[in-house]
């Protein structure tokens, strides 16, 4: 409300005469852009800010160039902002009012801190959410490793809701968010199933994930010590253990399966994730379009020799210039066979046809499953929503939407994240878990496979879209 204050007072003032003789005024947007700037230190990077941080600094700027122009002085400052270009500035900042006052959280932001253990272990931050009432040695340890776009406090609430739903949760990252790799994230989801050179960071995110994953089961299986007097598997179960994870997270999980990773592995839990691993590009045309097709390969190597040299020349020069283009990716090839239980958390955005190529690898690990799979999809959930992005970053969460026929996530999303997550674990350990089980959200949909399926011919040669 300040900021609006002053940005707006700073607008009117040429155009009211009691406002027109108070001196100083016009450096108002300079305070604003100097407050926006003091909420990060406070409250952490608010994207809804965003707008409010860019405007005032264009007014500062604005106000400094006029106070150059008029000599450095303070008081009447030479090409103040005439009637017609306020009206822009009013509808702008009313825009950025708008989305400040709209998408700011409803819910305290805080990180939980009842419960939880923060230890620090080399480059890696590590929380560890649980309780001491009950059997804290008999509770399920799920680990949850964070979205590439997020940190940790991008999963805070959902750890939250699992630990009080009966799990100790393990989160951790590695070095914290990196916002210079922003843009590099953004265009691996954006165009890792279509463009070879997003597809390559996709994967390289998921390399980066697998690594995270080794470390923290080499550094759960020394039963560290989380305070003077409590080690890990005084409040957690050693043999029974679920890993979790968004994104490329999800994905590393599902190709570091087939390794060796310990029998107490009783789970998977893979959310919105591409499997960029499981694409290919860069191979010729096919007429198979559908699974399961024969592929029959077509080769088109140039023109006969009868064709003249300049026939050939031609062919030559459009290839090499083709061959400078973006490579695209052009089908999809082996997917990782299941043999542990796993759950797969997607946007609602993959019942629809238009984004079935995205989901299409997923999709394919999903049925050729060979132990117990679910797929669960929330109406109205963005690839976003299964984490704390609606309670905390709710503009960043609206940019990434569901469907646009479904309503969207509420703040009660980390509580049904972990609500269907907590009744998944309860399937594979029985009722004399120590879980709690959670009421089935209504916005669901839930599809199950509960048998072993012989691998597909499918899966044991490539095919295309």
Same mark, same amino acid.
């Given at each position: 409300?300040?900021?609006?204050?002053?940005?707006?007072?700073?607008?009117?003032?040429?155009?009211?005469?009691?406002?027109?003789?108070?001196?100083?005024?016009?450096?108002?947007?300079?305070?604003?852009?100097?407050?926006?700037?003091?909420?990060?230190?406070?409250?952490?990077?608010?994207?809804?800010?965003?707008?409010?941080?860019?405007?005032?600094?264009?007014?500062?700027?604005?106000?400094?160039?006029?106070?150059?122009?008029?000599?450095?002085?303070?008081?009447?400052?030479?090409?103040?902002?005439?009637?017609?270009?306020?009206?822009?500035?009013?509808?702008?900042?009313?825009?950025?009012?708008?989305?400040?006052?709209?998408?700011?959280?409803?819910?305290?932001?805080?990180?939980?801190?009842?419960?939880?253990?923060?230890?620090?272990?080399?480059?890696?931050?590590?929380?560890?959410?649980?309780?001491?009432?009950?059997?804290?040695?008999?509770?399920?340890?799920?680990?949850?490793?964070?979205?590439?776009?997020?940190?940790?406090?991008?999963?805070?609430?959902?750890?939250?809701?699992?630990?009080?739903?009966?799990?100790?949760?393990?989160?951790?990252?590695?070095?914290?968010?990196?916002?210079?790799?922003?843009?590099?994230?953004?265009?691996?989801?954006?165009?890792?199933?279509?463009?070879?050179?997003?597809?390559?960071?996709?994967?390289?995110?998921?390399?980066?994930?697998?690594?995270?994953?080794?470390?923290?089961?080499?550094?759960?299986?020394?039963?560290?010590?989380?305070?003077?007097?409590?080690?890990?598997?005084?409040?957690?179960?050693?043999?029974?253990?679920?890993?979790?994870?968004?994104?490329?997270?999800?994905?590393?999980?599902?190709?570091?399966?087939?390794?060796?990773?310990?029998?107490?592995?009783?789970?998977?839990?893979?959310?919105?994730? *591409? !499997?960029? =691993?499981?694409?290919?590009?860069?191979?010729?045309?096919?007429?198979?379009? @559908?699974?399961? #097709? %024969?592929? /029959?390969?077509?080769?088109?190597?140039?023109?006969?020799?009868?064709?003249?040299?300049?026939?050939?020349?031609?062919?030559?020069?459009?290839?090499?210039?083709?061959?400078?283009?973006?490579?695209?990716?052009?089908?999809?090839?082996?997917?990782?066979?299941?043999?542990?239980?796993?759950?797969?958390?997607?946007?609602?955005?993959?019942?629809?046809?238009?984004?079935?190529?995205?989901?299409?690898?997923?999709?394919?690990?999903?049925?050729?499953?060979?132990?117990?799979?679910?797929?669960?999809?929330?109406?109205?959930?963005?690839?976003?929503?299964?984490?704390?992005?609606?309670?905390?970053? *709710? !503009?960043? =969460?609206?940019?990434?939407?569901?469907?646009?026929?479904?309503?969207?996530? @509420?703040?009660? #999303? %980390?509580? /049904?994240?972990?609500?269907?997550?907590?009744?998944?674990?309860?399937?594979?350990?029985?009722?004399?878990?120590?879980?709690?089980?959670?009421?089935?959200?209504?916005?669901?949909?839930?599809?199950?496979?509960?048998?072993?399926?012989?691998?597909?011919?499918?899966?044991?040669?490539?095919?295309?879209?």
């Amino acid at each position: 409300m300040l900021i609006t204050l002053f940005l707006l007072v700073s607008i009117i003032q040429p155009f009211i005469r009691k406002l027109k003789a108070v001196n100083g005024l016009a450096w108002l947007p300079l305070i604003a852009l100097l407050t926006t700037i003091g909420l990060i230190p406070a409250y952490g990077v608010r994207p809804e800010t965003l707008p409010f941080f860019i405007y005032s600094l264009v007014l500062s700027g604005a106000a400094v160039s006029r106070f150059v122009r008029g000599g450095g002085r303070d008081r009447d400052f030479r090409g103040e902002p005439r009637f017609i270009f306020a009206i822009p500035l009013l509808i702008v900042l009313a825009a950025a009012a708008w989305t400040a006052f709209s998408f700011s959280p409803s819910k305290d932001t805080a990180l939980s801190t009842r419960g939880v253990y923060t230890l620090q272990e080399g480059e890696y931050t590590i929380r560890i959410y649980t309780e001491r009432d009950g059997r804290p040695s008999q509770r399920p340890l799920l680990v949850l490793l964070p979205p590439a776009l997020g940190s940790l406090a991008a999963i805070d609430h959902v750890a939250a809701e699992l630990r009080d739903s009966g799990f100790t949760v393990l989160t951790g990252e590695r070095g914290g968010a990196n916002p210079a790799a922003l843009f590099r994230t953004l265009n691996a989801f954006s165009s890792g199933t279509s463009s070879a050179r997003a597809n390559a960071r996709g994967r390289r995110l998921e390399d980066a994930r697998k690594e995270d994953i080794l470390f923290l089961l080499s550094w759960i299986r020394r039963n560290p010590q989380v305070n003077e007097r409590t080690w890990l598997f005084d409040i957690a179960c050693a043999d029974t253990l679920f890993l979790a994870g968004y994104d490329a997270g999800g994905s590393a999980l599902l190709l570091l399966e087939g390794l060796p990773l310990g029998r107490n592995i009783r789970g998977l839990i893979a959310i919105e994730s *591409p !499997l960029w =691993s499981s694409f290919r590009g860069n191979v010729p045309e096919t007429s198979a379009l @559908t699974p399961g #097709a %024969p592929i /029959e390969v077509i080769y088109y190597e140039g023109p006969p020799p009868e064709a003249g040299w300049f026939n050939s020349l031609r062919h030559g020069l459009g290839s090499w210039i083709s061959g400078m283009g973006p490579q695209r990716i052009t089908g999809l090839g082996r997917v990782p066979q299941i043999s542990t239980p796993v759950l797969f958390l997607v946007s609602d955005r993959s019942r629809e046809d238009v984004y079935y190529r995205r989901y299409r690898a997923l999709l394919e690990t999903f049925r050729s499953a060979r132990s117990l799979a679910v797929l669960a999809s929330a109406d109205g959930a963005g690839p976003l929503d299964y984490s704390d992005f609606p309670v905390r970053y *709710p !503009l960043i =969460s609206a940019l990434f939407p569901g469907r646009s026929n479904a309503p969207p996530r @509420t703040i009660e #999303a %980390p509580a /049904e994240t972990a609500a269907v997550i907590t009744n998944f674990a309860l399937e594979i350990l029985g009722e004399d878990s120590t879980l709690q089980s959670q009421p089935r959200p209504a916005s669901f949909q839930i599809e199950s496979r509960n048998q072993f399926v012989e691998p597909e011919s499918r899966n044991s040669s490539e095919y295309h879209f």
